[in-house]
């Protein structure tokens, strides 16, 4: 069983900058497409960023585009979320994801049904 531990969430003023880190707990049998979300108490959790699994391909929410970037280390097993310019809305708790890959096609990186293994989520919070 894949299991996915976040880290690096804390609290920030505006404008700030924040890195979390998604550990993979072990060496998997095949690569995973890695995704970040996030969820508000009583919304919708939602897509942030997508990272294919060799790392060539990434995408972004609109409101994360510019502002935060996905990486990955494989040979560390983490995925990174660098967050710059953070604002209060940003406030979160943040998860990730990993699914089989390709999710890049038909757009199925934004939904949250494609990924078979998530984290427990790490707290961030902008303060204004």
């Known amino acids: 069983q894949v299991q996915l531990v976040e880290s690096g969430g804390r609290s920030v003023q505006a404008g700030g900058s924040l890195s979390l880190i998604c550990a993979v707990s072990?060496?998997?049998?095949?690569?995973?497409?890695m995704a970040w979300f996030r969820q508000v108490p009583g919304k919708e959790r939602e897509f942030v960023a997508y990272?294919?699994?060799?790392?060539?391909?990434?995408l972004y929410s609109d409101s994360a585009k510019g502002r935060f970037t996905i990486s990955r280390d494989d040979a560390k097993r983490n995925t990174y979320l660098q967050m710059t310019g953070l604002k209060p809305e940003d406030t979160a708790l943040y998860f990730c994801a990993a699914g089989l890959p390709p999710l890049y096609l038909n757009n199925r990186y934004s939904q949250q049904r494609v990924y078979a293994h998530w984290g427990q989520g790490t707290q961030v919070t902008v303060s204004s």
């Open positions: 072990k060496q998997t049998d095949r690569p995973y497409d």
């Open positions: 990272i294919n699994w060799d790392g060539a391909r990434s």
